[in-house]
């Protein structure tokens, strides 16, 4: 499972015109589901997410999480990550996972970071969204969590 985390003062996305999520100071997350993706991806990822320092400390360094600035989440599934574009002028979704599992893990981590008592608001799967942002720094990191070689 992919997260490309984005450290904003505030972002929205919205479907049709209609808002249907936002946050203040925090992180936008974009959610790239995987093949072989399971709940303990969803798990680790939003674990990572959560705890991953990208915000100022006093001295100006990163050391503190969403979590820790009491920051806000906003969630936007993009399926998109997950294509391998390593050869050729357009991407293979073969990783990508099928759009069922794909939206059955996203709506898996939404309810874990619902859970997480960071307040958290989240795109829609599949939707034709348009996401806007102030980017802050601009901080952006990719994240996986990827299943365990067994």
């Known amino acids: 499972m992919i997260g490309l ?33 399971d709940e303990p991806q969803a798990r680790r990822l939003l674990e990572r997410i959560l705890g991953y320092r990208v915000f100022p400390d006093e001295a100006g360094r990163m050391n ?10 906003l969630l936007v599934p ?13 991407a293979s979704f073969a990783p990508a996972a099928s759009p069922e599992r794909g939206e059955a893990l996203f709506h898996r981590l939404l309810g874990l970071a619902r859970e997480s008592g960071v307040p ?11 996401v806007h942002l102030i980017n802050d720094g601009p901080v952006t990191f990719w994240l996986e969590a990827r299943p365990s070689a067994a």
């Open 5 to 37: 985390i984005q450290r904003v003062r505030e972002a929205r996305v919205e479907v049709d015109g209609v808002v249907v999520g936002r946050t203040g100071r925090g992180l936008l997350a974009l959610i790239g589901v995987q093949r072989d993706d």
């Open 64 to 73: 503190r999480s969403v979590r820790d600035i009491g920051g806000g989440l």
């Open 78 to 90: 993009q399926f998109t990550l997950a294509a391998d574009t390593r050869k050729g002028m357009r």
């Open 120 to 130: 958290v608001e989240a795109g829609r799967f599949a939707a034709d969204m348009q």
